[in-house]
Every structure is written in C-alpha cells, then in structure tokens.
C-alpha cells in the first residue's frame, strides 16, 4: 500500500512539531536554536571551601565526560585515600541518576541534592563534591560545576608525592588558552551540534567544532607531546573525555562527522598516548557510553537501538594502539 504524500507531509510537521518540545525538555536552546548549558546551582565553591570539611566524596556517572574529567584528575592525581569515589547508575525512564544501594538514607541523586538544601527545581548533576559529614553533621555539597570542581581536585594535596600538578604556573596562560577554546567550540561544541534545533545552528556548532580540532592538530605537531608542550596539564585531561567517546557516540549520534578522527594524525596519536597513562583504562565504559547516550536520548535515537562496538575499555585500547597508523 502506497502512502499518500499528504500524510507523509502531515506525521512529518507533527514529529518535528514533537521533537521541538522534547528537546526543550532535554537541552535547552536560545532563539536562534544554538544549545545552552544550564548554569551549576552549586558553583563557586573553591578550595578554601574545603578547611575543616573532613571527609570527602567524588560522585561521578560512567557516561557523563564532565563527571569523566573529574575522575580523570582524581585518579591522576591519586586521591583514593583522601577522597572516596562514588559511581551512580543512570535511570532513564526516570531520567535521573540513582544509587546502587541508598546513600545518606538517598535512592537518587535528586533526593541527596534536596537533603543538601538544592532548590526544588535544581537539576542534580554529576561529578559533585561533597562533604559526607560526621556525626550528626549532614552532608553537604562543596561544588558541581566541573571546570571549578577539577580545580579544587588538582590543588588537594596528595598522598603521592609523584601525582602530577596539572595546573603549572608557568604554564596557566597556554592552558587557559586551550581551556577557553575547548569549553565552547569542542567539549561543549558536540554537545551543540547533537541538539541543534536547526540547520543553521548545527553549521555554525559543526564548522567551530572542526575549526579548535585543527588548532589542537596544529599545535600538537608544531610542540607535543602534550597540548602545552612537555608535560601533562589540565589542558589534555579536558580534551580526553571529548576525543575518546567520538566514534563511540559524537560521530554517529551528534552528526559530528564530517571528518574521521584519524584524519587529525597527531590527535590520534595524542589520544592512545592519554590512554596508556596509568589508571585511565579504569575509568573509561564504552558500551556503557552507547547505552546511555542511545538508549536514553530518545529525540536523537527514538528506535532506542544502540549500536554495537567495544564492551570494555581494554578492547576500546586495543582497537585505538591497533589503528595507530591507519
């Protein structure tokens, strides 16, 4: 049975019609339909915060690159003794983050968020720092903005006396350099290229995207191994989040893909040089990466089938150290 062009033009009006008010629900977007990130209830918080606050905890979820680069820095640094590292499972029928088994008298993240005082329409995010408390002391949330939180991380003191200080004075003005690039048009700017609302939001997220990831490129060549040169800075653990999940997610689902990543060689190479260093292989899921972003994106993937790949991060390292010269 043929189906007449009238109705094909009718269910496509009442989709998109549809897909604009849920991925107002999703991820907000201003006039011109550009994504904008929401702002962190809890931001501010730096390390003086941190006097007297005893213990800590570092929530963080598999699939979250915000929560990735925190745990990146707290591994990097081996923080293990000082701060314990808590993983939430996602749930998205209900679209929230819950506890494996309840914490602080929680099942989910949003109730933790609303014992700590969050306003009843804040949006419970990860990574979170938080002071557990003591006693009959109460847990409180230090901070939740990622780029302030890994700050605090970097500059906590660590049992290890070779942890690395990723923010090294002598290199703050490249870093920020990069970090300022990055946040908008590569960490963020998948992100504004997967909730485009229009074609001509996705063009100018999509040509910005590709436009740092040649800078980055350029850079690399002219001074690696790392982007500021000889040493690991803040600068590389923001960019490995990004770069490990593109073929994985941001290629196939946020239409990131006008070019292969090993089209950028010293990118690529760059990339399997992060995964080698200690203790990243552990926190790094990537079928956990495509269930979650398939499987709970529903205006992105309404089939809800999630593609197959790599089911554990030694499998994903194996594929990236075989492919080094493509």
Sequence with gaps: MT??????ATARCLWQWE??????????????????????????????SLQGAGRLQLIVGRSCPWAHRAWLVWRLRQLEPSVQLLIVEPDPKAGRWVFPEPRFGCNSL????????????????????LHSGDGLQKASIINNESAELIEILNYLPSPSNGAPNLLPSQRLVDINHWLNLMQHDINDGVY??????????????????????????????????????GELTM????????????EQVYAPLFRCSRSPLFSFPALWAWRARFCSLPGVVDTCYPAAWRRDYFGALFPLNPSLIVPAGPSSSEELFALIQATMKP
């Design 192 to 229: 504004r290229c997967g909730f485009a609302r229009n074609q001509a939001a996705y063009n100018r997220a999509e040509v910005a995207l590709f436009a740092g990831l040649a800078q980055l490129e350029e850079a690399l060549l002219k001074q690696g191994p790392w982007l500021c040169g």
């Design 19 to 48: 897909w604009q008010r849920l991925m107002a629900g999703l991820a907000p977007a201003d006039r011109d339909g550009n994504f904008q990130r929401r702002p962190s209830e809890f931001a501010g918080a730096g390390l003086e």
């Design 110 to 129: 949003a109730e933790l968020y609303q014992l700590c005082g969050a306003k009843s329409n804040a949006r419970a995010t990860v990574p979170l720092l």
């Design 235 to 246: 600068a590389d653990v923001r960019l490995f989040p990004t770069l490990i999940r593109w």
């Design 3 to 8: 189906v007449p062009p009238a109705f094909v």
